[in-house]
């Protein structure tokens, strides 16, 4: 790891947003709509409660694996039925540009400080200097405005209404679970081990339980091997596109895409308008 990215991460330690989220799930795909029955009953049939529960408010959210497994009872108003989380890739991402324009910061004043000097080649090192470089340059007193600027970034979040049935649900689980501050306290879990441990179920024990879930319905669903915990992310924003009317644009804007084409490639449309081209020819009587 290098300098600053390891600076960046000890910065990220001292003030956490939550835990790391899985990467590189985009090409995993959404369950299916004519298999999402079977999906929903065998995970209340075969899984724990909590398991059903959480898969609902993915469904209803479309959150992250993690986001949702740190979702806390705090972050959820009874009263309004709205629940909010720090949304932790993009707050990393928020962090990440912090750091990068401390660093450039400093680059500017030693560069100026350079030229005042009269120093063109500390002036010419400074210019093609790398982010690593300048990081391991840092005084201890850097260090820490570094750390500060860090911490002080600003951190994404999102916000859902619950349904009432949900919330009906929510609410009973923290009566009955008055001293737990996760939904999904570990104190939820099988384990005896897993129980007497702090914070929240992990994202790992969510995607085990999926994973027996496809793996029984393998013969019965639609691609199987290519279904996870993501999927129920993916799932929501098909339902998006769905009830929005197609239009793509939602998508975007509620999942913070920076282009139609990114929202296009997240739901596996990207070449739809190729194939749509293909099949308006195949259906044309052209002039011979």
């Not at 879930?213 to 639609?222: G, H, N, P, S, Y």
């Not at 993916?234 to 009830?243: D, E, G, M, S, Y």
């Not at 509620?254 to 070449?271: A, K, N």
């Amino acid at each position: 790891m290098s300098i600053a990215a390891t600076l960046l991460a000890g910065f990220r330690a001292a003030a956490p947003i939550q835990n790391a989220s899985p990467a590189r799930t985009n090409s995993k795909l959404p369950i299916a709509e004519c298999d999402q029955k079977a999906v929903r009953a065998k995970i209340r049939k075969d899984c724990p409660d909590w398991m059903a529960l959480f898969h609902e408010l993915s469904l209803v959210t479309g959150w992250r694996t993690n986001d949702v497994c740190a979702l806390t009872f705090s972050a959820v108003d009874f009263g309004t039925g709205r629940a909010e989380i720090i949304v932790q890739k993009q707050s990393k991402a928020a962090q990440s540009r912090a750091f990068s324009k401390f660093i450039e910061t400093q680059r500017v004043a030693r560069k100026a400080a350079a030229m005042t000097a009269g120093d063109f080649q500390e002036y010419m090192r400074l210019d093609a200097a790398t982010r690593d470089d300048l990081a391991a340059e840092l005084t201890q007193e850097q260090i820490e405005q570094a750390a500060a600027a860090v911490q002080a970034a600003k951190l994404k979040t999102d916000s859902k209404t619950l349904p009432d049935h949900l919330i009906a649900k929510l609410r009973n689980l923290r009566e009955r679970n008055h001293f737990d501050v996760f939904i999904f306290s570990r104190r939820l879990c099988a384990s005896n081990r897993a129980r007497g441990q702090e914070g929240h179920i992990t994202r790992q024990s969510v995607w085990r339980w999926y994973s027996a879930v496809f793996e029984a319905l393998k013969d019965t669903i639609q691609n199987p091997s290519r279904l996870s915990s993501y999927s129920t992310r993916k799932t929501f924003a098909c339902a998006i596109l769905k009830a929005a009317g197609g239009d793509v644009s939602i998508v975007m804007e509620m999942f913070g895409h920076s282009s139609i084409q990114m929202s296009l490639r997240y739901l596996g449309l990207d070449d739809a308008g190729e194939r749509a081209h293909k099949t308006m020819v195949s259906q044309m009587e052209l002039a011979a």
